[in-house]
């Protein structure tokens, strides 16, 4: 069996799906009755809508392309009308019901507002070069955040886990790349919190857009350009600051989080003191301020290289 699911709409009502067909029990699994048959594909995965628990969702994977709809608690199946995912192996709804998601055989997801009517593709995922969409799971402390498993490609490595931050409509890829991973879960000790490789990688995202945006500024020509570069740079370190100060890490990880924090106000100081040095116009002196605190900056990157952090342990991170 690839999956079994409980319907709640009567006592010992569930689901399961094997092979080509979909399978139900009313008297919890003492017997079982074939109710969908899907021809040339293998069923794959039970979505259940958790706003209608007589809505549920199969489906029919690989190069089949159709998802079936139930509206009886799966004791009868119809097909979606209309275009749907491309070949669809996992489905997933957002806990509030809003959101239907889509995961296909070619490493795509798509999104759906309207329980599968249309759907709309997401970026930042590798498509056709992995495989098939294991897992899509929802915070459910946090609706925008999203996990995806997709299984290796091991001719280019890619695939692995992926997360979205803004309700699944583009994806980043984890640190955790390159391995098979069948199933991911958000921690129920701590839901919405942060693991320590999931804040790690929050927090380099967070440095490389502060990264970025310092990147972009214009090379000032005068004292009065540089003075307004480092106004405008000190605003970037305090939105990297408040992006950081508001990571919400499991309980075992705050400490690591909170001394990445300090370590990026230590960043704001330096800067907000370079300026005031800068508006006397005097080279030797902002070169004197720049040796002089050196050390002090250094050491904030070796704070950040030391819990692991790649893009905030680096000069202009």
């Not at 995912?85 to 889509?102: K, R």
């Not at 759907?119 to 899509?136: F, K, Y």
């Not at 991911?184 to 927090?203: C, E, M, N, Y």
Request: glycine residues 10%; contains cysteine; negative net charge.
């Amino acid at each position: 069996m690839n999956a079994i699911t409980w319907v709640s709409t009567q006592a010992g009502t569930a689901l399961a799906v094997g092979g080509n067909k979909v399978y139900r029990t009313v008297d919890s699994g003492s017997s079982w009755k074939p109710v969908l048959t899907i021809d040339s594909a293998y069923s794959s995965h039970l979505a259940v809508d958790p706003t209608n628990s007589n809505h549920v969702l199969v489906s029919g994977a690989f190069y089949a392309g159709t998802i079936y709809s139930s509206s009886d608690g799966g004791a009868t199946f119809t097909p979606l009308s209309g275009p749907t995912v491309d070949a669809p192996v996992t489905l997933a709804f957002s806990p509030d019901g809003t959101f239907l998601y889509g995961g296909s055989y070619h490493g795509s997801i798509y999104l759906s507002s309207d329980q599968g009517a249309t759907w709309s593709g997401t970026t930042g995922l590798p498509g056709p070069d992995a495989n098939e969409v294991m897992d899509i799971e929802v915070d459910p402390s946090n609706h925008n955040t999203l996990y995806a498993t997709i299984n290796v490609n091991f001719e280019n490595g890619k695939g692995g886990v992926y997360r979205s931050d803004n309700g699944g409509q583009s994806w980043s890829a984890t640190t955790l790349m390159g391995v098979n991973v069948l199933r991911v879960a958000p921690d129920p000790t701590h839901p919405g919190r942060l693991s320590k490789s999931q804040w790690i990688f929050a927090a380099d995202d967070i440095c490389a857009d502060a990264f970025r945006r310092a990147a972009a500024l214009p090379r000032p020509s005068t004292a009065e350009e540089l003075v307004k570069q480092l106004d405008r740079l000190i605003g970037i370190f305090e939105d990297e600051h408040a992006q950081l100060k508001s990571l919400v890490p499991e309980p075992e990880e705050q400490t690591a989080v909170d001394a990445v924090v300090e370590a990026a106000g230590v960043q704001i100081t330096l800067a907000r003191g370079l300026k005031e040095v800068a508006k006397t116009g005097d080279p030797a002196r902002m070169s004197a301020y720049s040796t002089a605190n050196a050390a002090k900056a250094q050491q904030a990157q070796r704070v950040a290289q030391q819990y692991g952090l790649k893009i905030c342990g680096r000069p202009g991170g």
